[in-house]
């Protein structure tokens, strides 16, 4: 039978087999052990094992407890007590000790049996529901097979215990607190109810740990009576029920029967039964009321902790809260707000952010508000506030009474700083629900002051440029009240007001930005009366911005307080409006669009009414003239005349203010031009701008000023190398005379076109002005005599002399500085011309030296007579040799024909002037150094005639070709210059005195 038994497998054993297999065998402690040896997953199997091996023992059991039970002394001998007897009984038959101690073991199998399958018996219906669920699954499955038998429901609830966490072979075996942590983490709760009931006493000390296995997502309505609860009268943890299978304990489990089987020598057979054990700290005594408290607390912070499900931690302590335990109110009162913000609030679609009570604490109450509110649109926003936002605060309130801290004002005051840090889309959407019209119940902000108060600080503190119509929304639900019995001079007092305002939002150093907070606190003292003087410039301001943002130039509303006495910051945005909404494209297509703007322009000025308005201390007539600005700088020149001269004129300005509008804006488009040609581009616009203003001298030299300066660009004139010349160089260049230096210097051909340069000399603005001729015809002369083209040289030398002596009479003409500085540059041309070797035609130098002696001042007469003297030799043999041709009848030579001595006016003039010098030329005079002497004054008079094509060193050099130091220059003139001057002061004249006898 031995045999059998071993080798039978323990899914082959059924009840029958056991009772086949032992009932044979006599051997007790052998049939015990083998009871005891085998652990059966059938539950029927199980029992009949676990009931046959304890009745095998109950024999034992009743001789030991009779032995156990004899206590008699023996005579002569002290007494022996129960667990003497019952030790000494066991080390004499080891047989009994053995059958004991497995007694033991198979009474406790047998009740953890009974529990186990009391704990089938009561699973929870979900899963019953999730079994039949799977099976209308498995029936409707479109991937199944047909013809596959589908499991009944009685099947899948037989399969049902295969389900459970904990086998039938680890409960039995293993640790009681092991099975119990199991079924707590497997959230087995109806279950672990069970094995709390049955075997209260042996997992009691150990309570806690299990239900920390409790998972924290569960509800604690699923396992309320595992949940530690107050004895209210002794103010100590609640003991458990408990019901246990068998109220006295076997003789095998008596405290005394096991210390008797420890003390005794007889080796037991060992028996694994805790095969898997937990470790715990045993907790055998009650908590106090505090410490099931502090419990429940540290229970609600894991949950949150490891859940974030705020719902649950608040069901665990609204559970603690009704069983008695103190100090869970005010927790369950923060949850229960923490729950709105996590659950009712509206939610964004990023990530759910991680909430816990840590974080909860710190923040502020406003920061809580805000978190309420975060995800709110428009249209939810009012119904957030009524819902969430004002029950916290009446919870803020409650708590501040309760601190014995009353703060009536603590609700609005967070609320009204949540409005004022908001947007103004939210801004509007609460003051919809704010209306003085609706019910005062009904109403968020309920007080009509703080309402207008809220609302100047919440504008005038936004720095929005495109929120006008929601800003009039906002305006639109503000109280109006009834002023008119208010004291009369309210105007300087609304100033006043105004005044303040703009010093308060303008930014200074110590404060960068003037917050909807700060500006809220200058209202606050304000009466109603002020209140509403404010509102009504409230009211001009948006109607301002909303013009200023239709043309493209918004400015936020603390603008208009902050310009309010500044004329020039209201003239630089009058400006930016005529000028951008001009730019803006598809805007301003025709008469009637500009005609609207110049109506909203003057609109800004507020014409008689009392309120500013954003252009108040501009008067019409410049609102006009900045208008008409700005529609010239756009090209729209037809438009303007049309506006200016139409019979029923808009624009109505003087002569005198169109032509300087119009030479501003030309001048303007001018500087910007990039190009000189005025055919097109800026250039062309700002010649255009000059045909809409009446002619007038102002406008024709503007115009010449433009065609010289299309014409200087056209020559290609540099400012730089490599950069041609800009407009605004032109401009800015203050002697205009040298831009003709710059095109003759630049221009090879330049010189060959005297009345092209002249008429650039004359619409450069020198028009008139023969001193600027005579300096430009200087240039032709020195440029054309550097090109050795010495006819044109000659030509213009004439005429600068013909211009110089039509300034005046001789007589009258030494006190007129313009006409010595004519002659000035005059002279100097014509001896420089006249002294050149090169120049072949003698007549006209030695005319040209007699016109040099005519202009010269007296201390240079003596310069321009050496070179005379020079010529003079010259001009004897060829007037000898044309007197000579005359007298023999010869036709004279074709160069001697035409000489001619210095013309008669000027040889009077020069006789006027030397009348009295009758001496010999000083042979010092003959010195080349005169000559030199003249070209350093011509350099010194004209120096910012660019002449330099290699010939402006010409003066300098002595008749041997030879340049001579400056030094020496110094020393051999000085002694000339000082030995003329003495002889002219005398008044030795010798020039003139046998002219025609000659």
């Not at 040099?852 to 003079?872: N, Q, T």
Request: aromatic letters at 6%; one cysteine or more; charged letters at 25%.
């Amino acid at each position: 039978m031995a045999a059998q038994w071993s080798t039978l497998a323990d899914d082959e054993l059924a009840a029958e087999r056991v009772h086949e297999l032992l009932g044979q065998v006599q051997n007790d402690v052998w049939v015990v052990s083998a009871c005891v040896d085998r652990v059966l997953d059938d539950v029927t199997a199980q029992r009949t094992l676990l009931t046959f091996g304890i009745a095998r023992t109950d024999h034992i059991m009743e001789k030991c407890a009779n032995i156990a039970s004899l206590s008699t002394p023996s005579h002569g001998q002290a007494s022996t007590s129960n667990d003497e007897i019952l030790t000494c009984h066991f080390q004499s038959v080891p047989a009994d000790a053995q059958l004991c101690h497995l007694r033991s073991v198979l009474l406790r199998r047998l009740d953890r049996l009974n529990t186990y399958v009391e704990m089938q018996k009561i699973l929870p219906d979900d899963q019953e529901m999730d079994v039949e669920d799977e099976i209308d699954e498995w029936e409707d499955d479109p991937w199944g097979d047909g013809d596959a038998a589908t499991p009944s429901k009685s099947t899948a609830k037989c399969s049902l215990p295969e389900s459970f966490p904990v086998s039938l072979p680890e409960f039995l075996q293993n640790d009681l607190l092991w099975s119990a942590c199991e079924l707590a983490t497997t959230e087995t709760l109806s279950s672990l109810s069970v094995l709390f009931q049955r075997h209260s006493q042996e997992l009691w000390p150990s309570r806690f740990r299990i239900l920390e296995c409790i998972p924290e997502h569960v509800h604690p309505s699923t396992w309320r009576s595992l949940l530690p609860t107050l004895d209210s009268s002794a103010e100590l943890e609640a003991l458990p029920v408990a019901d246990p299978w068998r109220i006295d304990p076997d003789f095998s489990e008596l405290p005394s029967t096991q210390d008797a089987l420890d003390n005794c020598i007889v080796p037991l057979v060992k028996v694994i039964d805790s095969n898997k054990e937990v470790s715990s700290t045993a907790v055998p005594d009650p908590l106090s009321d505090e410490e099931l408290s502090t419990w429940y607390k540290n229970r609600v912070n894991a949950t949150i902790i490891a859940t974030g499900m705020v719902d649950i931690a608040l069901a665990l302590v609204q559970h603690g809260a009704a069983q008695g335990i103190p100090s869970l109110d005010q927790l369950g009162e923060e949850l229960s707000l923490l729950s709105r913000l996590v659950y009712d609030a509206p939610r964004g679609t990023d990530a759910e952010e991680d909430w816990t009570l840590t974080r909860w604490y710190s923040m502020e109450p406003l920061t809580v508000v805000r978190a309420y509110l975060a995800h709110s649109t428009p249209e939810s926003l009012a119904r957030d506030i009524s819902h969430l936002v004002m029950p916290y605060l009446f919870v803020l309130e409650a708590r501040a009474e309760r601190a014995g801290q009353p703060d009536p004002s603590l609700s609005t005051r967070i609320l009204y700083d949540y409005v004022l840090a908001t947007s103004l889309e939210n801004v509007s959407a609460i003051y919809e629900a704010s209306k003085p019209t609706l019910p005062m119940a009904q109403r968020i902000i309920k007080n009509d002051e703080d309402m207008a108060r809220i609302a100047l600080a919440c504008l005038y503190g936004s720095d929005s440029l495109d929120e006008w119509a929601t800003m009039s929304s906002i305006f639109e639900c503000l109280p109006v009240w009834d002023v008119s019995n208010a004291e009369n001079g309210d105007g300087d007092a609304a100033n006043t007001t105004v005044a303040s305002l703009g010093e308060l939002v303008t930014p200074s150093t110590n404060q960068p930005q003037c917050t909807a907070k700060d500006l809220l606190i200058f209202f606050e003292p304000l009466p109603f009366a002020s209140l509403s003087q404010a509102l009504d410039i409230l009211d001009v301001h948006l109607e301002s911005g909303e013009i200023l943002a239709r043309w493209s130039v918004p400015a936020p509303l603390r603008w208009f307080l902050q310009s309010s006495n500044t004329v020039v910051e209201q003239r630089a945005w009058a400006n930016r409006m005529a000028r951008r909404a001009g730019g803006t494209e598809d805007r301003l297509n025709g008469v009637e669009d500009w005609e609207w703007l110049l109506k909203d322009m003057l609109k800004l000025t507020g014409g008689d009414s009392s309120t500013k308005g954003a252009f108040c201390l501009l008067g019409r007539e410049e609102v006009m003239s900045i208008f008409l600005s700005g529609l010239l700088s756009t090209g729209n020149h037809a438009i303007a005349k049309t506006m200016l001269y139409a019979p029923r004129t808009k624009l109505a300005l003087s002569p005198a203010t169109i032509e300087s509008v119009c030479l501003t804006a030309s001048r303007e488009l001018y500087d910007n031009a990039s190009s000189g040609n005025y055919k097109f581009g800026d250039m062309k616009l700002a010649c255009d701008c000059l045909e809409v203003s009446p002619l007038s001298e102002n406008i024709v030299k503007e115009k010449e000023f433009i065609e010289a300066t299309s014409r200087i660009c056209s020559f290609h004139v540099p400012s730089s190398p490599g950069t041609v010349i800009s407009p605004i160089e032109i401009r800015l260049t203050k002697d205009r005379l040298s831009l003709v230096s710059r095109v003759l210097s630049s221009n090879n051909d330049a010189y060959k076109h005297t009345e092209v340069v002249l008429d650039l000399c004359y619409k450069l603005g020198y028009r008139n002005q023969p001193v600027a001729e005579v300096k430009v015809l200087a240039m032709l002369a020195d440029t054309a005599l550097q090109a050795e083209d010495f006819v044109r040289a000659y030509e213009n030398s004439e005429r600068m002399v013909q211009t110089v002596y039509a300034m005046g009479n001789s007589g009258s003409l030494d006190g007129d500085s313009a006409f010595r500085e004519a002659a000035e540059v005059c002279w100097i041309a014509c001896f420089q011309l006249g002294r050149q070797p090169e120049f072949s035609d003698l007549s006209k130098k030695m005319t040209l030296l007699g016109h040099a002696l005519d202009l010269c001042p007296p201390d240079k007469i003596h310069d321009v007579l050496m070179a005379w003297r020079k010529l003079e030799p010259e001009d004897i043999e060829a007037r000898e040799e044309h007197l000579r041709q005359r007298r023999s009848g010869e036709a004279p030579l074709s160069t001697a024909s035409k000489m001619d001595t210095v013309p008669r006016n000027v040889a009077s003039s020069l006789r006027a002037r030397l009348q009295d010098f009758h001496m010999p030329s000083p042979p010092l005079l003959n010195t080349p150094d005169a000559a030199a002497l003249a070209s350093r004054t011509f350099k010194s008079v004209a120096a910012n005639f660019p002449f330099g094509r290699g010939r402006s060193q010409a003066s300098d050099m002595d008749e041997r070709g030879s340049m001579r130091s400056e030094s020496s220059r110094r020393t051999e003139g000085g002694d000339v210059s000082a030995q003329a001057s003495r002889v002219l002061s005398k008044g030795i004249g010798w020039l003139i005195g046998a002219d025609e006898d000659i």
